[in-house]
């Protein structure tokens, strides 16, 4: 089986990591693991690698930072077998903070798409009411909903549920590490 063929991934983050965090991706089953993360902690500067499991030893993409401060940092994606720049995944600083809204940028810098929280209400009662309000995402890419990702209601293990659109234009590698950095820089708001 392709891992970057499938319509619906489900993305689960160990709940109790005392440094760094884990997460896992599976196939919409929850039997077959696709992909795994493990982050280190106390790192200045993001960076993230995606392995194949758990033992670690291969490599699929990196998901690096540019900068230190992440309030609107651009977080480039790499093929980690090729080298190859994927693209970038930016988010939007000051739009964020009432509403998450991240851009999607091809491999030449070009603004692609975006990645935006589900509605500026429930975003409002997330940030001053309750962080138990799963968050929803629309990816939309040239003007086309592409992508959907989805927590699911789970206070102790963050999960998400991630669906991409028939015929859309998106590389899965970029979504799903936009997934990943949902889970990783969004978690840390609640």
Known sequence: ????????????????????????IFDV??????????????????????FADESKNEELLRINARSVIDFGASYDVDDAKTGQRIGTLRRKGLKSILRDTWLVLDSNEREIGTIQEDS???????????NLVPQAFTVTVNGQEAAHFKQA??????????????????????????????????????
Not at 31 to 50: D, G, M
Not at 163 to 180: E, N
Request: proline share 2%.
């Open 1 to 24: 089986m392709d891992r970057y063929s499938l319509d619906q991934y489900y993305c689960k983050m160990k709940f109790w990591k005392l440094f760094g965090n884990e997460i896992r």
């Open 29 to 50: 089953s929850k039997q077959n693991l696709l992909f795994f993360v493990k982050q280190k902690a106390f790192k200045l500067k993001e960076s993230i690698t995606v």
């Open 120 to 130: 500026m209400a429930m975003a409002m009662v997330r940030r001053f009411l309750s």
């Open 153 to 190: 209601f789970n206070p102790f293990v963050p999960q998400i549920t991630i669906t991409f659109h028939q015929g859309t234009q998106i590389d899965r590698r970029l979504g799903i590490s936009a997934a990943i950095l949902l889970q990783v820089i969004e978690g840390r708001q609640q």
